[in-house]
């Protein structure tokens, strides 16, 4: 039987040279921030806020590290695309050795698949297959990596978000490539537009849950309540405000001294103190102070392509 952790204990993390909000994502990421329009747009603002983003990444790799958790650090210097901060977006990976490219949304975001880092995990880990779905994009088709499918690596189950990032005929047929259980439902802001992420706005990890069942139709939310029971799953329910502090954009990982929850600072402070006590029963909460990065519209569990493959050695 195969032995599929929910906890990664090595991640790839990007850490950009010319970091910005990125304008492609503006129109239907609700917690994105424009720069531009928050500041007056000069050079030195764009680097001001490009040498922050860095320095952040940086900072965020030596404290998982600190910890225990193994981080691969790749660097771009390309000016072409904002968002590469978020590769878990672009491609992920699974404990059967199989690696999965996906087919994105906005057009620069197309621009961040590296086959430099495919190679690398190729040669560090044992990969089986690589699947490239990236062509997708072209017929208007888009699944975003883990942004689009909350995983659930040990019951093999995909949570997925519709929405026009992630299409509700593509994630069955990716899901059926990984042996994955596609879990399909809808969530909403308090505007009620469609969340643009499943990870914006759930986190699954070993024993317990982070969502937001009042953004889910209260119709749809038994069915996820079942699965969560099935799978002995402790939820924490979010309330919106919460979300909009990106409390569901968070990542277990598996540290040296044992399991870690990754969140941003934003989301701790965010976070009740009964909240706070349930996680702690199961994990170690782990903030991560990246408030450049989620003027873009993603968090910490964005910043981080868990690595689920077998190391080579």
Known sequence: MLHRPQAPSAVVMIRPHHFCSNPQTMPDNAYQTDHAASSASSNTAEQAIAALAYQEVSVVAEQLTAHGVKV??????????????????????????????????AKNRRLEYRADIIEFLQREYQVQAVHNYAYLAEQGLFVEGTGSLVIDHPHQLAYAVLSKRTDATLVPEICQQLQLT????QAFDEQGLAVYHTNVMMCVASQFVLISLEMVPAAQRPLLLKHFAQSGQQVIDLTPAQIRHFCGNALELMGSEGPLLALSQTAYQALTPEQMAQISQFTTLLPLAVPTIESAGGSVRCMLAGIHLQARN
Do not use: C, R
């Open 72 to 105: 691969h650090l790749f660097e771009d210097e390309s000016k072409s695309t904002p968002d590469s901060v978020f590769p878990n977006n672009w491609f992920s990976t699974h404990a059967d050795g199989q690696i999965v490219i996906y087919p994105m949304y």
């Open 182 to 185: 596609p879990v399909l439902f």
